[in-house]
């Protein structure tokens, strides 16, 4: 069974920094990508960033470019995300997902083509 779990979220002021860890468990062989979402209310839920498990590949939504990093770690089968200079409209539930596919690319934009998501952790940014 596949499981996600996120921990790092939390509040912070204007320009500082906090690190989303994305735990997964029960990965199958094959493609997969981990995507990080968030969805502020009122506001449809958009991909931030996702990183390719097989090839390391990695997208960024161009509001946190420069600002995001996205990073994996093989053997504790965890993703990070690191985001500095966080701006009060950073402010959202952040989620990570996991999409399995039998082919490239994996990583996409879209949530519905993932499979799995975890519970979601509350980043807010203060003024």
């Known amino acids: 069974q596949v499981q996600l779990v996120e921990s790092g979220g939390g509040l912070v002021h204007d320009g500082g920094s906090l690190t989303l860890s994305c735990a997964a468990s029960?990965?199958?062989?094959?493609?997969?990508?981990i995507g990080w979402f968030r969805q502020a209310p009122g506001k449809e839920r958009e991909a931030v960033s996702c990183?390719?498990?097989?090839?390391?590949?990695?997208y960024y939504l161009d509001s946190v470019k420069g600002r995001f990093t996205v990073s994996r770690d093989a053997a504790k089968n965890t993703v990070y995300l690191e985001m500095n200079s966080l701006k009060p409209e950073d402010t959202a539930v952040y989620y990570c997902?996991?999409?399995?596919?039998?082919?490239?690319?994996?990583?996409?934009?879209?949530?519905?083509?993932?499979?799995?998501w975890g519970q979601g952790t509350q980043v807010t940014v203060s003024s």
């Open positions: 997902a996991i999409r399995f596919t039998t082919v490239p690319p994996t990583c996409v934009i879209n949530p519905n083509w993932y499979n799995y």
């Open positions: 029960g990965i199958m062989p094959g493609y997969y990508a």
């Open positions: 990183i390719s498990g097989n090839d390391g590949s990695t």
